[in-house]
């Protein structure tokens, strides 16, 4: 696919993809959806790759959600006009919704405002720049904030997802109140940004890939289960995962070796 929303760089085992509408606040649009679904679905299958870094094109947002201008325009409508045949845009932008158990990392910076969190909801480390805030306007124009906002409960206290959606366009979350409540883990200058999110990929890339899409396809499926059923079924991917006598590693020698860590 020729990709005219987004941009693709895979090198050194890791995909960086760009959201690339930054003269429309990287806001997504019907031909976005379609570029993702396609993306997520090649990374998944490309074993080359072994983490993700997306991020968005500098300017004033991370992502605004939809394009809504240009989805009133013929034939750009972002959802079926039959009700029954309509899908959630998460459907086709999130990675996990694609099956795609590839570790992502998420940028943000700038505005990440409510289809943004069809992306946020769905990385498995998330971390964003000082100038930062997160909200979801969609009551404020008189619409019912739902799909978000549900997938953000899994990532955010209740009280501060239902915050965030009631107040709309009144309150927004800073860098610091997100990093407290959990929704980021990282807070970093703007200027290192893309360049700390690149280090934890590379970080995540250097380890065996089958044992990082195994632990993010694991705790993931694990919250559709009860605790009991997550826990084996997350017994099995183990015996799947870590099989007796063909590890990609040599555990022992790893054990053995004197290494530095960071601590956050």
């Known amino acids: 696919m020729q990709f005219e929303t987004i941009l693709v760089d895979k090198a050194d085992h890791v995909a960086t993809v760009t959201i690339n ?100 909801n769905e990385s498995d480390i998330i971390i964003c720049s000082d100038d930062a805030t997160f909200f979801d306007p969609h009551v404020t124009y008189g619409m019912t904030a739902a799909l978000e906002p549900i997938g953000a409960t899994y990532r955010m206290p209740l ?52 044992a990082t899409q195994g632990t993010v396809r694991a705790i993931w499926e694990s919250l559709d289960q009860t605790r009991a059923g997550a826990l084996q079924t997350g017994l099995k991917y183990c015996f799947v995962g870590n099989p007796i006598g063909t590890a990609q590693v040599d555990r022992f020698a790893i054990m053995a070796q004197a290494k530095k860590y960071e601590v956050r």
């Open 21 to 120: 509408r930054p003269e429309a606040l990287n806001s997504f649009t019907k031909r976005m959806l379609e570029e993702f679904e396609f993306l997520w679905k090649d990374i998944g299958a490309d074993d080359d790759i072994h983490a993700v870094v997306l991020r968005a094109a500098p300017g004033r947002a991370f992502s605004t959600g939809v394009d809504v201008k240009l989805s009133r325009e013929p034939g750009e409508a972002i959802m079926h006009e039959n009700i029954w045949t309509a899908r959630d845009p998460g459907d086709f932008l999130g990675p996990k919704a694609a099956r795609c158990w590839k570790p992502v990392i998420t940028a943000v910076h700038g505005m990440a405002a409510g289809g943004a969190f069809y992306w946020i």
């Open 159 to 210: 009280g501060d997802v239902l915050r965030m959606a009631l107040l709309g366009n009144d309150e927004r979350i800073g860098a610091e109140t997100a990093r407290r409540i959990g929704l980021v883990s990282e807070v970093v200058p703007l200027d290192r940004l893309w360049a700390r999110a690149d280090e934890l990929a590379r970080i995540i890339a250097a380890k065996p890939p089958a």
